[in-house]
T-cell receptor
């Protein structure tokens, strides 16, 4: 149980285009989902936290107009990188938690390369 | 700025030995502490979590917590080459409200050699 999926697993896009990444909890209802970014040889940096039906809370320094997060249901959150640039190339990982649980369940990650 | 500090390594241990990984954190209000293992190119997977001071054992893994010293450790007994990975320490942010926002350390790279 407690499986989180991400789609796509990897994506290559041209500079200036937008990319959407989906995060789904497959067998539980995720009250909260988290989006992280990880650059090579660095740790996970939290970008934003989303709760179903409400606006995401962004961490300091993360542009909310560039990284659009939509938590449309208790099983789906999406991250859209708008007007992507090469410096946005990174490993994007989502996680989900359910009410009453201390544990975050991580998705497999999405590797974004912007050319 | 709340921080979680880990030695980046690499920590190199022979197969069968005990690997000791350490972590210190700055947020005195943190309540939950996690160890994740991350293989290269993969997302983190939970190894253990601990909430109370003292030791918690699960198979070959033992987590140790000392809230007074703001220190968490992970011992891996009988280390195997398959344990070679980066180990991330994470603690909950006491100011995160109704959800469990995690603060991650940069990770310690463990290399177990045959």
């Amino acid at each position: 149980g407690a499986v989180v999926s991400q789609h796509p697993s990897w994506v290559i896009c041209k500079s200036g285009t937008s990319v959407k990444i989906e995060c789904r909890s497959l067998d539980f209802q995720a009250t909260t989902m988290f989006w992280y970014r990880q650059f090579p040889k660095q740790s996970l940096m939290l970008m934003a936290t989303s709760n179903e039906g409400s606006k995401a809370t962004y961490e300091q320094g993360v542009e909310k107009d560039k990284f659009l997060i939509n938590h449309a249901s208790l099983t789906l959150s999406t991250l859209t990188v708008t007007s992507a640039h090469p410096e946005d190339s990174s490993f994007y990982i989502c996680s989900a938690e359910t009410s009453g649980s201390y544990e975050q369940y991580f998705g497999p990650g999405t590797r974004l390369t912007v050319t | 700025q709340k921080e979680v500090e880990q030695n980046s390594g690499p920590l190199s241990v022979p197969e069968g030995a005990i690997a000791s990984l350490n972590c210190t954190y700055s947020d005195r209000g943190s309540q939950s502490f996690f160890w994740y293992r991350q293989y290269s190119g993969k997302s983190p997977e939970l190894i253990m979590f601990i909430y109370s001071n003292g030791d918690k054992e699960d198979g070959r893994f033992t987590a140790q917590l000392n809230k007074a010293s703001q220190y968490v450790s992970l011992l891996i007994r009988d280390s195997q080459p398959s344990d070679s990975a980066t180990y991330l320490c994470a603690v909950t942010d006491s100011a995160s409200g109704g959800y469990n926002k995690l603060i991650f350390g940069a990770g310690t790279r463990l290399a177990v050699h045959p």
